[in-house]
């Protein structure tokens, strides 16, 4: 088991760019491969980016590869999202999850653990 917890969320302008963390409470952390959804208002939470247990693998979504980066700290039991360029279209919800599972996946029912979330807003 694992409990997450967002931060690093706000109010951005275009083209900034924002770190979110995610810390896990338990030192089981790592043995979970990672990831960050997010869930714009109005519409289905969606996959952004997935890291596997030992950093050594990583994956993105269509619409941020480029601009995010994935991290992981396992001394520190920290997840990391790095996000450039930010956009409007960046706007949502983002969480962090946990997956037992050594495959990345992209779905979020192959996550078991998940955080609160920390609300991301870019404007114009």
């Known amino acids: 088991q694992v409990t997450l917890m967002e931060s690093g969320g706000g109010l951005v302008q275009a083209g900034n760019a924002l770190r979110l963390s995610c810390v896990a409470a338990?030192?089981?952390?790592?043995?979970?491969?990672m990831g960050w959804f997010r869930q714009p208002p109005g519409k289905e939470r969606e996959f952004v980016a997935a890291?596997?247990?030992?950093?050594?693998?990583?994956e993105y979504a269509e619409s941020v590869s480029g601009r995010a980066v994935i991290s992981r700290d396992n001394e520190k039991n920290t997840l990391f999202l790095q996000m450039n360029n930010l956009n409007v279209d960046d706007t949502a919800v983002y969480f962090c999850?946990?997956?037992?599972?050594?495959?990345?996946?992209?779905?979020?029912?192959?996550?078991?653990?998940w955080g609160q979330g920390t609300q991301v807003t870019v404007q114009h």
């Open positions: 999850a946990a997956s037992i599972l050594i495959e990345i996946y992209r779905t979020p029912r192959q996550y078991s653990y």
């Open positions: 338990e030192s089981t952390f790592r043995y979970f491969t």
């Open positions: 890291i596997s247990k030992k950093e050594g693998t990583t």
